[in-house]
Nanobody, 115 residues
Framework: QVQLVESGGDLVQSGGSLRLSCVAS????????MGWYRQAPGNQRELVAR???????TYADSVKDRFTISRDNAKNTVYLQMNSLKSEDTAVYYC?????????WGQGTQVTVSS
């Protein structure tokens, strides 16, 4: 089992930057897929970015060239660097881990971008 704790959400102006962190309760060295999802009011939860153990990444079209996902296995942490934020990025951001056929979610962190 894995517990995930996100942090870094905040209120920021349009064009600003934030870095989200997701700390896992155990080593992520053997975990293949870690990702960030987001859910805005009235919308379904959607994939923002995913990183695999080999370092390959996947991004939603809406965040390509603005967001960067990374992982630090030594710190059991996955990050989401968000630049050039837009009002449409406003959402609760969730960390997700797939491990051994199980899926784990964090509690979410709120990102609000004011225009």
């Amino acid at each position: 089992q894995v517990q995930l704790v996100e942090s870094g959400g905040d209120l920021v102006q349009s064009g600003g930057s934030l870095r989200l962190s997701c700390v896992a309760s155990r080593s992520i060295f053997g975990i293949n897929a870690m990702g960030w999802y987001r859910q805005a009011p009235g919308n379904q939860r959607e994939l923002v970015a995913r990183i695999r153990s080999g370092g390959s990444t996947t991004y939603a079209d809406s965040v390509k060239d603005r967001f960067t996902i990374s992982r630090d296995n030594a710190k059991n942490t996955v990050y989401l660097q968000m630049n050039s934020l837009k009002s449409e990025d406003t959402a609760v951001y969730y960390c997700r881990v797939s491990d051994g056929g199980m899926v784990y979610w964090g509690q979410g962190t709120q990102v609000t971008v004011s225009s």
